[in-house]
């Protein structure tokens, strides 16, 4: 059953918006009938029926309310920017473990520099990744996309969560099974991952001074973007639903 996001429902009824609703109609040639997944774009899902298709859009029947599929612990990645098109993948793959948000962060051994009008756009780019991968893997809600902070900034915001973890290649003991052992029950959990040339110690010292916990992902060093991948995955088996 494909997925479309839809306007605003009313009396059970909802348009699709213009750019789904030429997917729908052009692309998939859907009819009136045809059963499809609607989406609100805030958590919402429901199994809908095509009722109408014309040039002015498509118009669906709200069936029935379907599972959103958001997990019990929020998850936010603070990603070191990356090279290349990297946090395209990493975006799409955290919206399938169903990470609650996705913050660039400018660190220290970052190679790309991002003014704020490329960070704009990289935004922009990465939000649409993000709703593509939520209408895949049956997610009612994509998750938010930051245009990229400072170090400044993170540390301000990384005290506002119940639980900091930073894997880090030179931390030992550690592990990501042993912070949940400590802290089972947090709901909002915020992972700090470094860009390619990963996190300096200095950086490393003033998250811990904060609160953040290095865990370690193992004994062999992982490209950045398997690192924010594994670290989310590790995080919502643990304290979430995988």
């Known amino acids: 059953m494909h997925s479309f996001y839809i306007e605003p429902p009313v009396d059970g009824q909802a348009a699709l918006l213009p750019e789904e609703s030429r997917h729908a109609l052009k692309v998939l040639r859907l009819r009136p009938g045809d059963e499809l997944c609607a989406m609100d774009g805030d958590g919402r899902r429901w199994r809908a029926e095509l009722l109408y298709g014309g040039e002015d859009g498509a118009v669906a029947r709200l069936l029935e309310e379907l599972d959103g599929h958001e997990p019990p612990v929020r998850v936010t990645v603070y990603q070191g920017v990356p090279k290349a098109d990297k946090l395209d993948l990493i975006v799409q793959k955290l919206t399938e473990l169903g ?142 639903d995988l």
Not at 99 to 108: C, D, G, I
Not at 121 to 139: D, P, T
Not at 197 to 216: I, L, N, Q
């Open 99 to 240: 990470a609650a948000r996705l913050t660039p962060v400018k660190l220290e051994r970052c190679v790309v520099k991002l003014n704020a009008r490329d960070g704009q756009k990289r935004r922009e780019r990465l939000e649409r990744i993000a709703r593509e991968a939520a209408k895949q893997c049956n997610r009612g809600r994509a998750p938010a996309v930051d245009a990229p902070i400072g170090w400044a900034e993170l540390l301000e915001r990384l005290p506002k969560h119940e639980l900091v973890l930073a894997p880090w290649e030179e931390a030992a003991g550690r592990r990501m099974k042993d912070a949940f052992a400590e802290a089972s029950g947090a709901r909002d959990i915020a992972v700090v991952i470094g860009p390619e040339g990963g996190m300096t110690p200095a950086e490393v010292a003033a998250m811990e001074a904060v609160g953040a916990r290095t865990v370690t992902l193992g004994p062999r060093i992982l490209r950045t973007e398997t690192a924010a991948v594994t670290a989310a995955a590790l995080a919502m088996a643990l304290w979430g």
